[in-house]
């Protein structure tokens, strides 16, 4: 009989089997009617052989039995009600069909009865112990708590060891946040109110080295104030705490004495070794195979941790800005030795930010170039906004005032003397910074001497170390300094000096740009780089050629040309994106960069890379509708490039290829943003994301693939025939532009012309038409298609280029290899010249 396999699976040789068997005899009558329902048939394929009706005739059968014990039990009284709440979950074990089969009779019943006895409580908090801490315990373990709670304080303290028990099995456990938050909660409440002085287990991770420092103090020295401290600590479940949240903390740290414990957590959080899912935590029994992670702090311990970060950084405010910027950058950025963890970076984040010192803003700014995932890029422009405005001035104020100078002089170098050689650290142009040492005899080199290897290791790791920070700070900047281009801002002259053109690394760029100075009587005039501005200039813009005449961005390109002037990013030869006929009668979207097919991961890493958030594409909901965007002009307004996988790709999760589409412009509008006509966006915001999308659709489209025609593949043949030798973008423009500068200067001068979209080549073998946009050849007379593969390796720099330009430096490298095409190796491409001959 179920009855009595029901009594004996129940029986734990504990003082509580009495109330077990007890409330199993009481509704004998429940047992019974679940009997029944276990016994009656259900509904499967065979049922279907049993004839016509069946699906029908069992439905009818389980309504009856399932309505008979609805009955039964709305019509309970309280001790009987309490007695049927324990059968049921006594049962739910029985055949290990979980608490969700009688869940809803449960909740039912427990909504109106009360009275529970110590004794009855202890059987359901034991019972749902029992069972694996999951998202179907949740639900049960409420359950229980909410009788706990009906009880009297002499009851609460029966109860204490298995509300121990279970918070424990709930700290080790695998509910998810939003059930286990409210649940350790409730449980720390009702354990508080028995002993103040107890600190649950499970409360202090006990297998994470980090939590040492409090788990040890609680061994050693347990009081009511350390426990009403970690008590607090774990309360934190926001990730800024309220203005009473920190006070009380001031107040209960005090009283434990734990400042030391803190700083010596946060100091382990952001310096030592992770855990591993393998070796410890709730996850340690569930690796299979080789599969395993690493990790800095399970999702169970992550208020405490939240509440240490906090704590520590109330009480040692500058002195923890080196642990908080790693710890955001260990568990927020990309490459990270842990797995991420958001809340805990994002803590970091927010408590650098209520920070009043300079060195927690250059971290801030640092964490902008090291952080890429979206969220936390939200939370850094609200750190900075709110630390600004404690300065009284803007975001990007703040930003362009914080840039680390890492110590160097003006002239961007720091020197260090190391023995008998001089260690010199040195930003060279706007993309190298070096590390070289001058011995006695004055011989430089890059590799450092065996005496400065041996002699100084300390000073020779941290010279290192800052030439990393130095290039990192310098690519940050280089990034940022170009993104002013669609900001129109203007700067005081003596302002502008102090943090742009005089600061040891943000002057290695500015002052290869061209900036516009006004004079006293209004007037602006542009400045050649390296050139000082003459009177005395009162405001500062950066020039953009999208607001200069055409004479005038023709003149700049000579100048820069002709003295040999590289500049830190294309702007004298930087394209331009004007409104066409065709973009002012669609009125609110452009269709310039629409219909192209592209490679679709290339095309989302180069998202990342240009600092645009796109959601990725693949098979599930949402996925078929890819939205690239960023924010131009200071962050008031925002480029948005549709796009969606191409029809019939079959490329698996994720699209092998994306068809591009329209190209929108929203105006922020408060916290939101309001779609606007193209008319209304600024002529630079409007160039600059163009600029991005030409180059999105340039470097991934099937066109600019060199190999495309060998794969057999004709779905988009007609699309690369086209946009391989199509029409020439604005910045294909810019490249021919600079081509007719450079050819002249060349040895195969005299074996190349400009003609419309081709430079032409002519070798021995033949003639070649190297299109200017994709950098793909045709051959004369019959225009066959020649594919030549580019080497990985990048040219040898011995032709001056006014810009980088990587498909620049393809096509020309390409001239020089086809005009010497008698010299040419390659049996590939040879075979193709002689059949196209």
Not at 386 to 399: H, K, M, N, S, W
Not at 511 to 538: C, H, K, S
Not at 666 to 674: A, F, K, L, T
Request: proline share 6%.
């Amino acid at each position: 009989m179920f009855y009595d396999a029901l009594v004996a699976e129940s029986r734990r040789n504990d003082a509580l089997d009495g109330v077990r068997s007890a409330v199993l005899e009481r509704v004998r009558w429940l047992v019974d009617l679940l009997e029944r329902q276990r016994a009656e048939p259900r509904w499967d394929a065979s049922a279907a052989l049993r004839g016509p009706g069946e699906f029908e005739r069992v439905q009818a059968m389980n309504a009856a039995t399932r309505a008979e014990i609805e009955g039964r039990l709305e019509a309970c009284s309280q001790e009987e009600g309490r007695a049927a709440v324990l059968c049921l979950m006594l049962a739910s074990r029985f055949d290990n069909s979980g608490f969700w089969r009688y869940d809803s009779g449960i909740k039912a019943v427990l909504s109106r009865v009360h009275g529970w006895a110590p004794d009855e409580v202890a059987v359901m908090l034991l019972r749902v112990a029992e069972s694996d801490m999951g998202f179907w315990s949740a639900g049960p373990l409420g359950m229980a708590l909410d009788a706990a709670a009906q009880l009297d304080a002499d009851g609460c303290r029966s109860v204490a060891p298995w509300l121990r028990h279970a918070h424990a099995k709930l700290m080790s456990g695998d509910v998810p946040a939003h059930q286990h938050v409210p649940l350790v909660k409730r449980l720390r409440v009702l354990l508080a109110s028995v002993d103040e002085a107890l600190i649950p287990e499970g409360l202090i991770p006990p297998y994470a080295p980090w939590a040492a420092p409090l788990r040890d103090r609680a061994d050693t020295l347990p009081t009511p104030e350390l426990a009403d401290f970690v008590r607090h600590l774990a309360g934190l479940s926001g990730p800024r705490p309220s203005q009473r949240w920190r006070r009380t903390c001031l107040t209960l740290m005090d009283a434990a004495s734990a400042h030391g414990p803190v700083a010596e957590i946060l100091r382990a959080l952001a310096e030592d070794d992770p855990l591993c899912s393998r070796e410890t935590g709730p996850h340690s029994g569930w690796s299979s195979g080789t599969y395993h992670y690493h990790y800095l702090v399970h999702q169970n311990d992550g208020e405490l941790a939240r509440g240490v970060v906090w704590a520590g950084t109330l009480t040692g405010g500058p002195t923890t800005v080196p642990y908080l910027g790693a710890l955001a950058l260990r568990t927020g950025g990309p490459g990270a030795d842990v797995i991420e963890d958001l809340k805990l970076a994002g803590a970091a984040i927010n408590a650098l930010a209520e920070i009043d010192d300079p060195a927690a803003l250059e971290t801030l700014w640092r964490l902008q170039s090291g952080i890429r995932h979206r969220a936390l890029l939200k939370q850094l422009d609200t750190a900075l906004v709110t630390a600004a405005a404690r300065q009284g001035i803007t975001a990007g104020q703040l930003i362009e005032r914080s840039v680390p100078g890492h110590g160097l002089e003006p002239d961007g170098s720091l020197e260090r003397e190391l023995g008998g050689y001089r260690a010199r650290v040195t930003v060279e142009d706007a993309v190298t910074v070096r590390l070289t040492f001058t011995g006695p005899a004055g011989r430089t080199s890059r590799t450092a001497p065996a005496a400065v290897k041996d002699g100084f290791p300390d000073e020779l790791r941290e010279l290192k170390a800052l030439a990393k920070e130095v290039r990192r700070t310098l690519s940050g900047e280089r990034a940022r300094v170009e993104a002013l281009m669609s900001a129109g801002r203007e700067w005081p002259y003596d302002e502008w000096c102090r943090h742009y053109r005089d600061h040891p690394v943000t002057g290695t760029l500015v002052r290869g740009l061209i900036w516009e100075f006004q004079d006293t009587d209004g007037e602006w005039r542009a400045v050649a780089p390296m050139a000082e501005p003459p009177g005395e200039p009162e405001r500062v813009r950066l020039w953009h050629p999208i607001l200069a005449t055409t004479d005038d961005i023709r003149a700049w390109r000579e100048r820069l040309d002709a003295e040999r002037l590289r500049q830190p990013f294309k702007q004298a030869f930087r394209e331009i994106y004007l409104l066409t006929p065709a973009e002012e009668h669609t009125g609110v979207y452009s269709n310039r960069f629409a219909a192209h097919i592209v490679h679709y991961r290339q095309l989302y890493a180069l998202f990342k890379e240009r600092g645009w958030q796109a959601n990725f594409l693949g098979r599930y909901d949402g996925g078929y509708d890819g939205q690239g965007r960023a924010e131009f002009g200071d962050g008031e307004w925002r480029a948005c490039f549709h796009h969606e996988p191409a029809a019939d790709d079959d490329g698996g999760y994720a699209p092998e290829h994306a068809a591009t589409d329209q190209v929108r412009f929203e105006r922020r509008n408060g916290r939101r943003w309001r779609e606007v006509p193209l008319a209304e966006v600024p002529p630079t915001v409007f160039s600059e994301a163009m600029r991005d999308v030409d180059l999105f659709v340039g470097v991934t489209s099937i066109a600019a693939d060199p190999d495309w025609t060998d794969r057999g593949e004709d779905r988009y043949a007609a699309y690369w025939r086209t946009a391989t030798f199509g029409a020439l973008t604005a910045s294909a423009e810019v490249r021919r532009e600079a081509l007719e500068r450079i050819l002249p200067r060349l040895k195969i001068a005299d074996r190349c012309t400009l003609e419309g979209r081709f430079l032409i080549v002519r070798g021995d073998l033949g003639t070649y038409k190297i299109h200017l946009g994709s950098a793909n050849i045709l051959m004369e007379p019959d225009d066959a298609y020649l594919c030549i593969v580019p080497s990985r390796g990048k040219g040898d720099g011995r032709i001056f280029l006014p810009f980088e330009d990587e498909r620049l430096s393809l096509i020309l490298s390409k001239a020089f290899l086809l005009a010497a095409d008698t010299n040419i190796t390659d049996k590939t491409i040879l075979r193709q010249i002689k059949r196209g001959a």
